[in-house]
């Protein structure tokens, strides 16, 4: 069956540009996961949703970013007036209680 | 969650078994032991679990010390596409108070030479 989809792959903005990255979990899961992933190190945790509620926000680095899944399905997280240490690959995960399926993630570069 | 050690790196020939090691000396009896690999421009990828006893499927066999304070994850016949990052993670599963948080270190960069 199909997997986690995340869009766009990459995506180049300069820098104060507000971005957008979607994310398609896979069908049925109530769970889903966001992390950031900075060159050379492990992903590091952003936000939890559980359906449409966002039980855990603990990892977000600033109020620039903002992640939401109104529908308990797809999720979009957002990130505002973006800046240069933004620059990452953004990962979502969607769960089955049991393992976290990644999608390829999406890369940001901030110019 | 409990925090892992891991090798940096290793390397493995191909054809051969690689065995990476991972000490979790802190895990509580209700965390689950998972690996997940990390092949370059692609998502980390479930590889196994388990809690106590050793598991085996399809693509690797893991193996629980009695204590649970260590563990080795072992693919048995290692390929040029197991070349990858690989992730061993403590962590409690969905349920009550937990929603499965995976927190991940550094990892073992494994390198399969032909």
């Known amino acids: 069956g199909a997997g986690v989809s995340q869009s766009p792959r990459y995506k180049v903005a300069k820098r104060g540009q507000d971005v957008a990255l979607r994310c398609d979990p896979i069908?049925?899961?109530?769970?889903l996961f966001w992390y950031q992933q900075a060159l050379g190190q492990g992903p590091e945790f952003l936000t939890y949703?559980?359906?449409?509620?966002?039980?855990?926000k603990s990892g977000l680095p600033s109020d620039r970013f903002f992640a939401e899944r109104p529908e308990g399905s797809v999720s979009t997280l957002k990130i505002q007036r973006t800046q240069q240490e933004d620059s990452a690959v953004y990962l979502c995960?969607?769960?089955?209680?049991?393992?976290?399926?990644f999608g390829s993630g999406t890369q940001l570069s901030v110019l | 969650d409990a925090k892992t050690t891991q090798p940096t790196s290793m390397d493995c020939a191909e054809g051969r078994a690689a065995n990476l090691p991972c000490n979790h000396s802190t895990i509580s009896g209700n965390e689950y032991v998972y690996w997940y690999r990390q092949i370059h421009s692609q998502g980390p990828q479930y590889i196994i679990h388990g809690l106590k006893n050793n598991e085996t499927n399809e693509m690797a066999s893991l193996i629980i010390t009695e204590d649970r304070k260590s563990s080795t994850l072992i693919l048995p016949h290692a390929t040029l596409r197991d070349t990858a990052v690989y992730y061993c993670i403590v962590r409690k599963n969905a349920g009550g108070t937990s929603y499965g948080k995976l927190t991940f270190g550094q990892g073992t960069i494994l390198t399969v030479h032909p």
């Open positions: 949703f559980q359906n449409e509620a966002q039980l855990d």
């Open positions: 995960a969607s769960s089955d209680y049991e393992k976290l399926f």
């Open positions: 069908s049925g899961h109530v769970s």
